[in-house]
């Protein structure tokens, strides 16, 4: 089909292209393509992520969906002119119907790219975008997307997606070790890992696994610029994926510190390099290492996108009651608080944890283990980061193969003073001759003391059990952070190969709903596969999971590169300004608790209406009672709820003598409870008080016009006398909702931030 005819149809047979302007239009099909289908192939599949917009030119096709006996159900029928892909595209949710060819069709194709940068730009058609898929988000059950969502092969994205084929590097530089993996989005067979180890020694050596086989070479003495040729040679050579260096698209770099700057993956730039190095105080023996590594990348691959991805950056939810240490608070105000660590890898195993259970991410409590030369553990609540073993650098926490873990700070000072220490020393002390190493006195190597250990090796013995107690310590305060846990993690070199280590971990946290099934243990692959090994019985399931930092690095560079070309949208001069409320307390009632506080028959008498249609503060005030004391005239919201919800800030949580988790609105499990009086009763639930995660509301007119979806997560800018920059702020599109910004009263009183105040959308920190 030439491109005149394409432009021609699109603006006489597609509604939503009629009155588009004309060079607009020539810019789209200069980026579309044409592809046909044959009778009963699917254009698109239930489940699946879409990345396109498409309109059909000839013959014939139906949406359907297909239940759980396998008998399918026709939605519509679709003909030449009529569109499919915008619902999925615009939400970011998965396709929740199948669009199948009755006859053979011909369809023109248009890219995730270029319907945002063109289509989605351009007002009119935001407008009837905007109204048709409010239209369908009302038409549709909400188990619709939730059965795609269960049923989509790839839930958690972990299948590298672009909208144009991205030949991808992921480098992961270590003080005398380079490991690189290569892949290619069009064609993810075609992956390649490779590691180089002993870098500056005589038993330098590459090993690189393709399909192709596994290559093993000796190298001569080098350093990491040496490596660094080896490896192009490597990728370019007979068997490598690669002709020349100019193919690589993007190179994706882990960095281990990003300090409380960098809270997600960024493109790199002099600016950003210059902060890396800055924060190589925090971590010395790997962001210095990190940052050589990108140096010679962008030397070696020019023309490629480079990104870094900060290993702190998945915990940059922490709260400050987790992350503050017990020193004197301008050190905080230095940056002297808990970053934590292994953040690729604890996100990937939580994530795929959540696929294992078939359940959604953000509904889950997880501890996640990561056991190797390093450890740490991390308490994952509904997908939030919110407290981890590792601290301002990673050797606190868990005793590691050759780091100390947490130590007593004064018997540092102690050594200062009676073994003459310095701080060159004490640093080789906590990180390089302590740990596994130094209790064992022989080795840091898990395999080596578990055979010493049944050979009747003392100190090896000691060195295990030590090690296998910290880590079901460290599970047990976990979960008490959470206040529950759904499943336990074990991961990394020692977490998926020793089943010793798990099952003395696990001992003892039966009243916890730990409960090992010690064969599958035995048996479990856990380099090879996901393995089950708790028993049914057990509340709490156990698994081991493979992590694959590279491959997350990989998915946080793509994100990366679509996120910023979005970025570009929110930054359009003619953005709207986000309109900020500050939330004051308030408890939505079950129709059965309104009946309880204020007596039979009893109507909630609205008061005011609220930003958000249909919502209202009512005239009733009740007293919320909790274990140390009492906050009175707490404002009704209505309409009544299904389930009774008490929103409060952190002044009154202390005052109450409540803790209760930072959640979206509606998610209680393991949430505590309180007591409530009304004039006509009292009612204590068991849960149901939460802090309310920051959250934009926008329709979906707005999302398209800030290039958003659903359940995204940004930074907002507040501009004044000092600019706030507000992170992790959850995005919600609903046709109901009106744009404006929720703020918890304290957070908004520390800023001096009043209703009314106006915001921008800065960035985008997470894609859902």
């Known amino acids: 089909m030439a491109k005149v005819d394409m432009a021609n ?9 009629k009155n588009f302007p004309a060079g607009r239009l020539h810019q789209l099909v200069e980026r579309a393509d044409v592809r046909t289908f044959e009778p009963n192939e699917a254009i698109l599949e239930f489940g699946e992520e879409n990345r396109i917009f498409g309109a059909l030119v000839e013959g014939q096709a139906i949406v359907a969906v297909t239940d759980d006996s396998g ?45 945002c940068s063109l289509v989605t730009t351009h007002p009119p058609v935001v407008r009837t975008l905007s109204k048709l898929i409010s239209d ?20 958690y994205g972990f299948k590298l997606h672009s909208d144009s084929p991205v030949r991808l590097l992921v480098l992961n530089c270590g003080s005398s070790s380079m490991k690189y993996n290569f892949y290619d989005t069009a064609h993810e067979i075609r992956s390649v890992h490779g590691v180089i180890e002993n870098i500056g020694d005589d038993k330098t050596r590459l090993r690189q696994v393709s399909t192709l086989g596994e290559k093993v070479e000796s190298l001569p003495r080098g350093d990491h610029a040496d490596a660094f040729d080896a490896m192009i040679t490597a990728l370019t050579g007979r068997d490598g994926p690669l002709t020349s260096p100019d193919e690589v698209v993007a190179v994706g770099h882990r960095v281990t510190h990003g300090g409380e700057r960098f809270h997600h993956a960024l493109p790199i730039d002099e600016a950003v390099e210059a902060e890396i190095e800055r924060l190589s105080l925090l971590a010395p023996l790997h962001n210095p290492v990190n940052l050589a590594g990108i140096r010679a990348a962008r030397r070696l691959f020019p023309h490629a996108r480079h990104v870094a991805v900060f290993d702190t950056s998945f915990h940059q939810t922490l709260p400050p009651y987790a ?17 934590g660590f292994h953040g690729m890898s604890h996100a990937y195993v ?31 609540d509904h997908g939030r980061s919110m407290d981890t073993s590792m601290g301002f650098t990673p050797a606190e926490g868990l005793i590691m193969g050759t780091r100390s873990g947490t130590l007593d700070p004064a018997i540092l000072i102690y050594l200062m003073r009676t073994e003459g220490l310095g701080a060159d020393d004490l640093d080789r002390l906590i990180n390089r001759s302590s740990g596994l190493k ?29 090690f296998c107690y910290q880590v079901r310590k460290h599970v047990g305060a976990a979960m008490a952070a959470m206040g529950g846990m759904d499943a336990l993690i074990f991961t990394g070199g020692i977490g998926q190969g020793s089943a010793g280590v798990r099952s003395l971990a696990c001992q003892g946290l039966a009243r916890m709903g730990v409960v090992l099934d010690e064969e599958k243990n035995q048996a479990a692959r856990g380099f090879d596969e996901v393995c089950l090994i708790s028993t049914p019985e057990s509340a709490v399931t156990v698994l081991v999971v493979p992590t694959d930092e590279e491959r997350m690095i990989a998915r946080e560079t793509l994100r990366t590169l679509d996120r910023s070309f979005i970025s570009s949208l929110i930054k359009k001069p003619d953005q709207p300004l986000v309109p900020i ?19 039979p028959g009893h109507v909630l008498a609205p008061r005011s209406e609220l930003s958000q249609p249909g919502q209202y503060a009512c005239r009733e005030t009740v007293t919320l009672i909790g274990s140390k004391g009492r906050v009175d005239n707490v404002r009704v919201l209505g309409p009544p709820r299904k389930e009774t919800q008490v929103e409060i800030a952190m002044t009154e949580q202390f005052k109450l003598g409540i803790h209760p988790p930072v959640r979206e609105s509606g998610d209680l499990r393991n949430t505590p409870g309180v007591t409530l009086e009304g004039p006509a009763g009292r009612v204590t639930i068991t849960h149901g008080v939460i802090c309310a995660q920051r959250h934009i509301h926008m329709s979906p007119a707005d999302a398209l016009r800030f290039g958003l979806r659903d359940r995204y997560v940004v930074q907002v800018k507040v501009d004044g006398d000092r600019e706030l920059i507000f992170g992790d702020v959850l995005v919600r ?12 009263t304290d957070e908004a009183n520390a800023a001096g931030i009043v209703s009314g105040t106006r915001g921008t959308i800065a960035e985008i920190q997470n894609r859902a």
């Open 438 to 466: 130094g209790l064992s006195g022989f080795t840091n190597d898990m395999r080596s003391i578990e055979k010493a250990a049944d050979e009747g090796h003392h100190r090896a013995l000691l060195a295990f059990k030590t």
């Open 71 to 115: 008998l399918q159900h026709r939605l519509a029928e679709l003909n030449p002119g009529d569109f499919f892909g915008e619902m999925a595209l615009m939400t970011g949710d998965k396709t929740c119907a199948d669009v199948i060819a009755v006859t053979r069709c011909t369809a023109i194709i248009i890219g995730e790219e270029a319907f």
């Open 733 to 744: 599109v609903h046709p109901d909702y009106r744009l404006s910004l929720h703020l918890d």
């Open 350 to 380: 939580a994530l795929k944890a959540a696929e294992t259970l078939q359940r959604p991410y953000n509904e889950l409590e997880i501890v996640s283990c990561h056991l190797g030369n390093g450890a740490s553990v991390c308490a994952i």
């Open 581 to 599: 409320e500050v939330s004051a307390h308030h408890v939505h009632l079950s129709h059965e608790h309104v009946v309880a506080l204020f007596g």
């Open 323 to 339: 992350y503050l240490y017990g020193l004197p608070y301008e050190y905080a105000e230095k940056g002297i608080r808990r970053y």
């Open 136 to 155: 369908r988000v009302r038409q549709q059950a909400t188990q619709g997307g939730e059965g795609a969502f269960r049923q989509g092969d790839d839930p």
């Open 9 to 17: 149809f699109l603006a006489t047979r597609v509604k939503l292209f």
